[in-house]
């Protein structure tokens, strides 16, 4: 089992920056694909930002050029920076682990933090 705690989230204008945690607790060390998702009233969930346990990154095309995914292995946290931040930002934001057991895979996904961007 995973446990995600995430922190960060809150109020900011537009064009202001926020930096979201997610600290991953438990079975860790087969931890593999860090990411972030958001959904906004009324949408579906989307991805957000994807990292590899290597570093490689994927980005949605929204929030490319503004946002950086990055983890640190060691404390198995991973770090979502969202810059230039517009209204449509505006969504709970949630981490997901992916964790590998042999040919099995496993998702853990945090409880969410409100991400609101005024205009």
């Known amino acids: 089992q995973v446990q995600l705690v995430e922190s960060g989230g809150g109020l900011v204008q537009a064009g202001g920056s926020l930096r979201l945690s997610c600290a991953a607790s438990?079975?860790?060390?087969?931890?593999?694909?860090m990411g972030w998702y958001r959904q906004a009233p009324g949408k579906q969930r989307e991805l957000v930002a994807a990292i590899t346990r290597g570093g490689s990154t994927n980005y949605a095309d929204s929030v490319k050029g503004r946002f950086t995914i990055s983890r640190d292995n060691a404390k198995n946290t991973v770090y979502l920076q969202m810059n230039s931040l517009k209204p449509d930002d505006t969504a709970v934001y949630y981490c997901k682990v992916v964790r590998l057991e042999g040919p099995l895979v496993y998702d853990y996904w945090g409880q969410g933090t409100q991400v609101t961007v005024s205009s």
């Open positions: 438990g079975s860790i060390s087969s931890i593999n694909g």
